[in-house]
């Protein structure tokens, strides 16, 4: 068997620890630096399945590096994270954690779909195509039952006349909503946005806020980078404020919003709201 390796860092080697059957992500010390610069500062965090949590905070308070490690992207220096009851990037087997393979931690990124600021698509396909595509090369699914439900995930976002268009023939708002389309499509438990509607003209906002809302209102567990507070507050069921690498807020939208306990937190809401 393989050497276990574990990461080591300011909060030491990680032990085995039971895993955290009723939470979607659960985060304890997590913490990530790049070269000297601390990005992530122990960032403790749970996620209930179904939850829409809401992430604000200034630029470059590691918000997205959170998501990044959520998503395998980055890996974490110390600390650990559970992504629906998997350690991420680790197995355990005799008491002891193993890093693990390549294709063991493409299958635990098959249950997190994420959404970026800017729209990902793949210009030489249809927005069907590009729905269509990760269910067949990845899961090698039949075309056919693929197909219809990639019309369906286009329905639900409300682009079924939109199905054989290319990218460059959708606005900003509809090429988003494909996106999430295209993430729903590999069926994952866990959807994180990084900002969705950050790089869209104002007008283009609310119809891939309300494609989020619907997403929420079906039940999916969500992870939302955003500085749209009225969607924070009307769909939002926990709002986080980042600052500096650290959770310094974290409680029902309604708290933080009407009630911040940290000057901070106020100062960053009369900027935003
Ligand atoms: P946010 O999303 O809250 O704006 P980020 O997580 O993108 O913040 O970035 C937090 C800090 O980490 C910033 O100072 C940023 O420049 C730095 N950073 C992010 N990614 C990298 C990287 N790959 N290499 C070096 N520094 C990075
Ligand atoms: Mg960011």
């Given at each position: 068997p393989p050497e276990p390796t574990v990461p080591a860092g300011p909060a030491g080697p990680v032990e085995p620890a039971e895993p955290a059957a009723d939470l979607?992500?659960?985060a304890e010390q997590v913490h990530k630096s790049f070269g000297r610069l601390e990005v992530l500062k122990g960032i403790d965090l749970e996620v209930r399945p179904g939850e829409v949590m809401c992430v604000v905070g200034p630029s470059g308070s590691g918000k997205s590096t959170f998501l990044r490690c959520i998503n395998h992207l980055e890996k974490i220096d110390s600390g650990r994270l559970w992504v629906n009851g998997h350690l991420v990037g680790y197995r355990e087997s005799g008491g002891k954690l193993y890093e693990l393979r390549d294709r063991e931690v493409a299958a635990q990124r098959r249950e997190i779909g994420m959404v970026f600021q800017r729209f990902n698509l793949f210009p030489h396909m249809t927005a069907l195509e590009n729905i269509m595509e990760a269910p067949i090369r990845v899961k090698r699914l039949p075309k056919a039952g693929v197909r219809d439900r990639a019309l369906a995930l286009l329905a639900r976002?409300?682009?079924?006349?939109?199905?054989?268009?290319?990218?460059?023939?959708?606005?900003?708002?509809?090429?988003?909503?494909?996106?999430?389309?295209?993430?729903?499509?590999?069926?994952?438990?866990l959807m994180l946005f990084d900002e969705p509607t950050s790089a869209l003209d104002p007008e283009l906002v609310g119809d891939v806020l309300e494609a989020m809302k619907q997403l929420a209102l079906d039940g999916m567990t969500m992870i939302v980078v955003t500085h749209e507070m009225g969607f924070a507050r009307e769909v939002g069921d926990s709002l986080v404020f980042m600052d500096e690498g650290a959770v310094v807020e974290k409680g029902t939208p309604r708290e933080v919003l009407a009630d911040p306990k940290h000057q901070r937190t106020r100062d960053f809401l009369s900027k935003v709201l």
């Open positions: 979607m992500v659960r976002v409300g682009l079924d006349d939109k199905a054989q268009s290319y990218p460059a023939q959708l606005s900003g708002g509809q090429q988003q909503r494909v996106a999430i389309a295209r993430a729903l499509a590999m069926e994952p438990a």
